[in-house]
């Protein structure tokens, strides 16, 4: 499901417009689990279970809050800035 220009959610076999909004059905949840793509390969990370506060707590940290990537510290063009011809 999108949400604007972000998607909110993958829901396998869902191929039509649901009978439900999901955006209230996330609003009540109080747990998540978080499964990993790659599930069926040797080495995937196991699907993990976080309370709302958790998951909560886990996004406004940011992408990749924890993670460094050896690119993290190469400036990054701004897309707004007009480019000279």
């Not at 998607?7 to 396998?12: G, R, T």
């Not at 992408?63 to 063009?77: L, R, T, Y």
Request: proline share 9%; net charge negative; no cysteine.
């Amino acid at each position: 499901m999108r949400d604007g220009s972000a998607w909110v959610a993958l829901v396998p076999g869902l191929d039509r417009i649901p009978d439900f909004n999901l955006e209230q059905e996330l609003e009540a949840a109080s747990t998540f689990v978080l499964e990993p793509l790659n599930a069926g390969e040797k080495n995937a990370p196991k699907p993990r279970t976080l309370a709302r506060e958790e998951l909560a707590a886990m996004v406004s940290a940011g992408p990749g809050a924890g993670h460094h990537d050896e690119h993290d510290d190469e400036p990054v063009a701004d897309p707004t800035a007009k480019q000279s011809r």
